[in-house]
């Protein structure tokens, strides 16, 4: 078990944050919605998949944010990452790549968010879409990133 130190538990605290987003993004889009749709009454799949996104909106800014940015400062910090570094090729490139994608999916995310708000469904849907796009392009990039 010695193995098993503090940057092992950061980087593990920072998967388990993107398999809980990325994860929940598909349990969303995947079975929970499809059966809202099928299954309950047009008022109640409203309220439902309405609270259902509040809900994952909220874990998302208070428990995913927080913990993907910090784990992963502390995992650039401790590999030496500078901002000239992203510039360079492999490693740099692709975490400013990952970076880039990252922030466009937040972006997408919060915008689906304030689209659904206002009624917009075609909208909110498409933006759904390219942010779990999207976030499965973070989680491809982050396999060619060498562990911390």
Known sequence: MDTVGWWSLVRFAHVAGAALWVGGQLA???VILPLARRLLPPDAKDRFTAQAG????????ALFLPVQLGTGWAMAWHRGVTWASLAEPGYG???ATKLGLFVLVMLAAAAHG??????????ARSLAVVSLAGSLGVVLLATALPAT
């Open 54 to 61: 509040r809900r994952f909106g909220l874990l998302t800014g």
């Open 114 to 123: 304030v689209a659904h708000a206002k009624g917009r469904t075609e909208l």
């Open 93 to 95: 490139r692709t975490l």
């Open 28 to 30: 969303l889009s995947l």
